[in-house]
C-alpha cells in the first residue's frame, strides 16, 4: 500500500500547519487560526480524495460529533472552573497551602501527588483545568510554565491506569480489550514510574520562590459559596456515572452546570447580604477561553481528516504490520505512543483497535500506556496539554519543548519499560 498523491499533500500541509502553530508567536497569527484554517483544507483536499458524497458525509458527521462531544465537555468544565474562581474556591486552597509555608518545590510536588491520583478518579482533562487554574494562583513567570508541564505530564500518567481517567482507556474498556481491575492492577505501577520519573525531573527546574508573598486578605467562605463549590465538585464526579449508564461523560457535566446554575440562582434570591453570590453565571460563561475550544476544534477535525483519508491507517500498518510478533507490538505500541505526541490519541486508540486482533489483555494495557502518556513529550500531543496552553498564555510550544519533553519522553521509556518487567514476571 503506497501513499497516493494527495496523501503526501496532506501531510505536508499537516505537518506545515503545525510547525506555523509552533511558530505563533513569531508570526503573529493566533494558534487557533492556523488550526481552524488547517482543519478546512484538510477537509476539502477529502472530498475531492474520490470519497462517495454518502462516505464523506458519514465521516464528517462522526468527526464532528466526537469533537463536539469533547468541546461540550471542555466548556462546560471550564465554566464550572470559573464559578469556582469567582466564589474564591482556589483562593482558599492557596491561603491554606501558603499557610504551609512550603517553597514552590514543595507547592509542586503536593500539587503533582493530588493530580496524579484525582486523574484516576474524575479524568485528566478536568483534573488538569482545575490544577493549573490553582497553580496560576501560585507560581510566576518560568516556575509558573514548569508548574503547568508538570501538571500536564502527570495528569496523563494519572488517568492511563483508570478505565475512567482518560479517553482512550475509556475506549479500550468499553471495547472490551481489559477489564477495569486488569488496567488498575497492571496500569498502577507504570504509570507512578512515568509520573515519578517525570515529575522529578521537572519539579528539579524549579528555581526560588514565588510564594513568599504573604496573603493579605483572610478568605472566608460564606455558607451559600461553600454550597455552591461543594456544588461544582459534586458534577466533577457526574462524568463518570454517566459513563457506567452508558451515556457520554459530558452529560454529567452539562447536568451539573445546569444544577449549580439553578441552584446559584435559588441561593441569590435567599441571601440576605451581598456576596460573590451577586454575579451573573452568563457573565462568568463569557470569561470562559473561546478561543483555546476553536483551536482544539481545528486540531482535532484536522486529525480526523487524515484517519478519512486513510493516512493514520497507513503509518499503522507501517508500524504493526499484519501479523505481529511480540517485540513487533512492544515497539509498535511504544511508536505509536510517541506519534501520539503529534496527532490525537483518539483516532489512533481506534485504529489500533480495528488493526490489532489480539486478546492479550496485558498488551492492550501496554496500548493504553503508550498513547495516554506518549502525548506528553509535546504540548499539543494531548487535550491536558492544549488546555494549559489555553489557560497559560506563555505556555507556547517552544517553551513546553524546552522543559518537559526530555523529562516526559525519559518518564514514558521507564514506564515501558517497567510494563516490560512486569510483564516477563507475570
Known sequence: MNLSFLQIVSIGI?????????LEHKIGTHKSAIALSLAGILWVITAFSGISRESLSHHVEIAGSEVMGIVMFLLAAMTLVEIMTHYRFFDYIRLKL???HLKDRGELIVMAVLTFFLSAVLDNLTVTIVMVQIARQFFKDKNLLIAAATIVVVANAGGAWSPIGDVTTIILWLAGKFDALTIIRLGIIPSIVIGLVSGVLLIRQIKGSSANILVKEVVVLSRGERIVIAGVLGSFTLPIIMNLIGLPPYMGLLLGLGFVWMLIEFIKTKSKRKTHLEAKIDSLLQKTDISSLKFFIGILLAVSALQTLGVLEYFSRLIFTTDPSFSRLLVGNT?????????DNVPLTALI???LSITDQQMWVLTALAVGTGGSALVIGSAAGVVAMGMVKELTFDKYFKIAFVPAVLGYFAGIITWLIQYKIL
Open 335 to 343: 511508536a505509536m505512543g510517541l506519534l501520539s505526541a503529534i496527532v
Open 14 to 22: 499537516f505537518i506545515f500547519g503545525y510547525l506555523l502553530i509552533t
Open 353 to 355: 483497535i480495528d488493526m
Open 98 to 100: 501558603v499557610q504551609l
